[in-house]
Structure formats: C-alpha cells, structure tokens
C-alpha cells in the first residue's frame, strides 16, 4: 500500500518548459512537502505545505487538502533543475512518494 | 551547506557487525529526524527525537535504535548488520516538531554492509 503516489516517474523536458509534477495522498496529514536530490545524493526541501500556494523563484507549490492532492511547478525549466523530486507526507511520522527523476536538456 | 553534518560520510563494514552513525543538527535545533534511503524501497522514515525524547517512530527495525544527547546530536546505531541494510542514512533537523518549518539534511552516511 502506498500512501503517497507520484506522477510522472520520470520526465524529459527541453529547456524553458513548463513543469508539473504530481502528488496525491491517501492518508491524514498536517503538512507536504517537495524535496530535491541530486545526483550526488544531497536533499534540500524546497516547499513544507499545509494549504495554499508558495513560490520560491521559478518554483510554485500548490495542496489541495480536500482532494488530498499537491503539484510542483517549474517555470523555464533549466538543465540544473534536472534531479529526483520527491513528495512526502506527514502528520507523525513521514510517508514518501518514490519520485519523479526530471531531466531538462538544454 | 545546510548547518546539519552527518558522519561518517561512508562506512563499508560485514554482515552481523553493529555501527554507529552520527548527526549533529543546526545550531538552535530541537528536532532530529533520521531516514533510510535504498534503491529498492527509497526512502523511509525511522524515527524522530525532540530535545531528547523520542517523538515518532517509523519502519525502524528492532536491530536498529537510536538516541539524542543532551548537546542535541544524535547517533543511529545499526547491529547484526545484514546484506539489505546497505543505504543512505539521512538525517534531517527544524526547530521544533509538527510544521515548525522546513526540514535541513544532512549529506548522508552511505552503508555498504558486504
């Protein structure tokens, strides 16, 4: 059973595209959040969501909690944005969703 | 660099053989998460210490515990090692608990038990 499911698993985009990324949740929670890995294995967090929308740059993360559902957005993709986002869920403890490994090319 | 250091970096060791991995959070930090990451389940919440106590468990196998010290490190220790414990271990640190703000990582303790 998984929790937390993501969309696309992997993605191709030419670089200046426009990027969604999909997360849907089955359980309760009391925030989502997006994650970036690198190839080098580092994470960063990106977004920690509990309603609404935020944008960081060229980022927009939005959460539907009625439809217990979340999409990543990346405006004018770049070849640096190329690495593995991940959604994760929680209320007490964390549930991930398996990624979507984004490759822009230039 | 996210203020939250992790070592040893990696660590090669046998089956049946116990290590100690260690995270020393962002200054100012209360909480400490730890999380293993392997190819073929990804990453998987252990467990979460607040200033000291345990705060939530996750998939944390009975082999494996952890504890945080008074000064806020934390070690993860991992005995009677097997083959499927080979992993990135993860951990992150906020300065609090439930949606106390964004999670910092550290680079991780890459596992590989032969």
């Known amino acids: 059973k998984n929790e937390v499911e993501q969309s696309p698993q992997n993605l191709t985009a030419q670089e200046g595209e426009f990027i969604t990324i999909n997360c849907s949740y089955s359980?309760?929670?009391?925030?989502l959040h997006w994650l970036q890995q690198h190839p080098g294995g580092g994470i960063v967090s990106l977004f920690m969501?509990?309603?609404g929308k935020k944008k960081h740059g060229r980022l927009i993360a939005t959460i539907n909690i009625q439809e217990k559902h979340s999409s990543l957005h990346i405006t004018a993709s770049h070849p640096r944005d190329s690495a593995v986002y991940i959604c994760a869920v929680t209320l007490n403890q964390f549930y991930f969703g398996t990624g979507t490994s984004l490759t822009v090319i230039p | 660099d996210s203020g939250v250091t992790q070592t040893p970096k990696h660590l090669i060791t046998a089956t049946g053989q116990r290590v100690t991995l260690r995270c020393s959070p962002r200054s100012g930090d209360l909480s400490v998460y730890w999380y293993q990451q392997s190819l073929d389940q990804g990453l998987q919440f252990l467990i979460q210490?607040?200033?000291?106590?345990?705060?939530a468990k996750g998939n944390i196998l009975e082999r494996f515990s952890a504890q945080q010290f008074p000064d806020l490190h934390s070690e993860l220790n991992l005995s009677s090692l097997e083959l499927g414990d080979s992993a990135l271990y993860f951990c992150a640190s906020r300065p609090g608990t439930v949606n106390t703000g964004e999670l910092f990582f550290g680079e991780g303790s890459r596992l590989t038990v032969l």
């Open positions: 359980v309760g929670i009391s925030a």
């Open positions: 969501l509990s309603s």
């Open positions: 210490y607040y200033n000291g106590e345990e705060r």
